[in-house]
Every structure is written in C-alpha cells, then in structure tokens.
C-alpha cells in the first residue's frame, strides 16, 4: 500500500490518521460520558485522561490536516450530484473544524476554572486565559453541543460510506480501508 494518497486511494499515513482519531473519539465519548455523571475522585480519575486524549486527537488532527494539504485527495466518482458534492465537502469541512474545536474550548475551559491540562502527566499545557467562570460554562455548553454535532456529522460519514458501498457500488468506503483494494 501507497504511504501518500492517489487521485484513486488514500495513502496509509491517512488511513492511519483517520481510524486513530476514529478509535480516540470514541474513547472521549465514554469518558465524556462517565464525568458527566461522576463525582469526586471518579470524575478526576475519568476528566484527566479525557483531557489527554483530546490533547491527542488535537495533535492528531494538526498533523491530519497538514497531511491532506501535502497531499491530493481521492477524487470523488463522477457520477455524484452537486449537491452531493457539495455536501461532502460541507461535511469534511465541519468534521475538520470539530475536531480543532472540541479540544480546544475544553482546554480554553479548563483554563477559565484553573483546572490544569497536561498530556498524560508528563507535559503540563499553558492555560489561554486567567479565571473566568462564566467564561468556562459558556464553553462547556458550546463543548457539548459540539460533541452531539459530532456524532450527527459522523452518522452522516458513515451513512455516505455505506451508501457508496451498498447502494452505489463504488470504491468511496473501500479506499479509506486498510488492507483493501480498490
């Protein structure tokens, strides 16, 4: 398999980047779940590795973009519609714009109630701003709303990517798989 992306494949750098941040996102929403409804000791042993992780994914997503700037995309089939066209592009956009967004209003947060951020311990993060506790609710509101996003975004992704396999009978899902042809 190509490690750079084709006009016809992506490239096993951005397989790679794209299932991790899968798995990492999946892995936030329990933990995001379970704080959400922790207390005390529980809720730090839950929010401090979610906070990590999010750190991660936000690297991740850095990397991920510079990557796809490098290198072309897959082209899309011929047969879509503008709309669809359009609406694919709308949807990677917003997935790209989530996946900056959600770690950063939870650090900036984090910064407004003085809670520390550090990566897995060993790195401690600067905070963005002094104390502000409005500040920190209004960004766990917007850090809410945009993981609920997120899961409407991905459901549409996976939902396009099985229509193309099932439905269509194109490439489009097969070329995002490890370990396929297309």
Do not use: C
């Not at 990492?24 to 590795?49: M, N």
């Not at 490098?70 to 669809?84: D, G, I, R, V």
């Not at 311990?121 to 509101?141: A, E, K």
């Amino acid at each position: 398999m190509a490690v750079r992306n084709t006009t016809t494949r992506w490239g096993s750098v951005a397989q790679l980047l794209h299932w991790a941040i899968v798995v990492l996102i999946i892995l936030q929403f329990v933990l995001g779940y379970r704080a959400h409804w922790a207390t005390g000791f529980k809720k730090l042993s839950t929010v401090i590795p979610h906070k990590s992780w999010g750190i991660t994914i936000l690297a991740l997503a850095i990397i991920r973009l510079v990557w796809r700037l490098a290198n072309p995309s897959p082209l899309l089939p011929n047969n879509l519609k503008p709309w669809e066209r359009a609406a694919a592009h709308v949807s990677h956009t917003g997935l790209y714009i989530i996946l900056f967004a959600m770690p950063l209003t939870g650090w900036i947060a984090s910064s407004a109630r003085s809670f520390p951020v550090s990566w897995f311990g060993l790195v401690q993060l600067p905070d963005f701003i002094g104390p502000n506790r409005p500040l920190y609710d209004s960004l766990m509101t917007v850090h809410y709303w945009l993981s609920w996003t997120l899961v409407a975004l991905a459901i549409l992704h996976v939902g396009a990517a099985f229509k193309h396999h099932f439905v269509l009978k194109d490439d489009v899902l097969r070329r995002m798989l490890p370990f396929t042809k297309s």
